[in-house]
């Protein structure tokens, strides 16, 4: 059965740090992988997908993802953090059915 | 394109009421999903469409929710008779199973069942 886990519910970093928000799906066959941002009282935009090709995909906001399917992870990155991209990050995959399977969320707080 | 478009944006109603949240999905996509998200449950997909035809609606909750699509530019989620626990936020998201997957969501409806 396909299912999605991240594993911190809740990050706090500071402006300017690097972020690493982590993700492992398990699924059967080759994942679609997403990443999405949901901003307080907004819908969820997408940031970035994988479907194959490079494992190193490259998102909006200067966001960035690398799957590892030896560790079944898709976790998404960013160099250096902007007090704006305070939000709720989701990973999801998605089946061949395109029904979306959404992990349980990460929040993120940035401080000054 | 603009997006999905959900209506309203919020509502409150009483317990009993009959409630109805609408929703456009983008033009020419062809699945339309509704989801549900609480801090308790986070997001949970209650119902599906493709070319308008509900697909898995196993994640309505009850008998009280139902959700139908007459054509390929709206569709409706209407629970009846509406109670507190009910109190949500409902998504509605659209995606072209022809475009590479990827889900568009919309802003969603705040919903409070008083």
């Known amino acids: 059965a396909q299912s999605v886990t991240q594993p911190d519910i809740h990050i706090t970093v500071s402006e300017g740090a690097s972020l690493e928000l982590r993700c492992n799906y398990s699924?059967?066959?080759?994942?679609?992988l997403f990443w999405y941002v949901q901003s307080p009282g907004q819908g969820l935009q997408l940031l970035l997908k994988y479907f194959s090709g490079d494992t190193l995909v490259q998102g909006i906001k200067g966001f960035e993802a690398e799957f590892k399917r030896s560790q079944s992870s898709f976790n998404l990155r960013k160099p250096s953090v902007h007090w704006s991209d305070a939000a709720e990050y989701f990973c999801?995959?998605?089946?061949?059915?395109?029904?979306?399977?959404f992990g349980t969320g990460t929040s993120l707080t940035v401080i000054p | 394109d603009a997006g999905v478009i959900q209506s309203p944006r919020h509502e409150v109603t009483e317990m009993g009421q009959e409630v109805t949240l609408r929703c456009k999905p983008i033009s020419g996509h062809d699945y339309l999903f509704w989801y549900r998200q609480t801090m308790m449950r986070g997001l949970e997909l209650l119902i599906y469409f493709n070319n308008n035809v509900p697909i898995d609606d196993s994640g309505m909750p009850e008998d009280r929710f139902s959700a139908k699509m007459p054509n390929a530019s709206f569709s409706t989620l209407k629970i009846q008779p509406s109670e507190p626990r009910d109190s949500a936020v409902y998504f509605c998201?659209?995606?072209?199973?022809?475009?590479?997957?990827?889900?568009?969501f919309g802003s969603g409806t705040r919903l409070t069942v008083v």
């Open positions: 998201a659209s995606s072209s199973f022809l475009r590479g997957y990827g889900y568009t």
């Open positions: 699924y059967g066959a080759t994942p679609y």
């Open positions: 999801a995959v998605v089946n061949t059915g395109n029904q979306f399977y």
